[in-house]
């Protein structure tokens, strides 16, 4: 089985309708899964008659972030494996098919590349994940959407709460290594791009949480965190420039990206 833990603070209404009509499509083709929402208010599900899902687990909590909403919805998993997906992250059947039948230990991941795609359609670039054999994540530039960890990873550990946007990296960075027992060797997940994580907004808050981070300690200097800062320096200091040209900064970094 795998469990795909979405957290929804404000829904685009066509992004969960389109969600919706996808997942039910995976489960009359067979998937073994389970479709775990985190809701931040219960006004965004009166509208959708969710209740008749039988792949749908629901939960409606006052989360203070994303990683409070997956702590939450982690906290509800007692077997098989994990995958994080927002409403813009539209997998491929056939990785998630390949991903309920592998049964994982603590430390083993599945991993895909991602289809990166800007919001008007205008351009993609596909973002490679790490594929077989011993990796650490906390050395390695990867794509969320597309690992799929066991649910035993998670067990008696959370995500840090006090940050918005580098939690994730934080988790991990905290695991010396995990095995990747499994490589879907197409993108098989497709990322929409235009989040926050990737608005000027979140530039400045990556780097200021970075720097936050290891202010209190909770980030290591080591050489590869600190190459991560200086990474995320450029485009907090583009930030402050007019939005065409962070876009366009932007557009040119991830491009270069799928090069390297």
Known sequence: MINIITAISNPDVNLFEGAIKRYSSFFNLGLDFNWIIQFHSSSQI????IESYPFISFDIADDRSIYDAWNLALKRIKTGNVIFLGLDDIPNFEFLLDASKIMLSELDLLSTDVKM???DSKFSYTRSNPKLGKVSLYKFTYCHPGLVFSHLLFANKSFNENYKIISDG???????????VGYFPSSGVTMLVGGISNSRKGARSRFIELLRALYVGDMDLNRFQLIGLLKSFPAY???FFPSFLFKFFQKTRWMLSSYF
């Open 117 to 119: 795609q800007s919001l």
């Open 46 to 49: 009166d509208e959708f008659n």
């Open 237 to 239: 200091i583009l930030s």
């Open 170 to 180: 934080l988790f991990y960075s905290k695991i010396p290594f995990l095995n990747v």
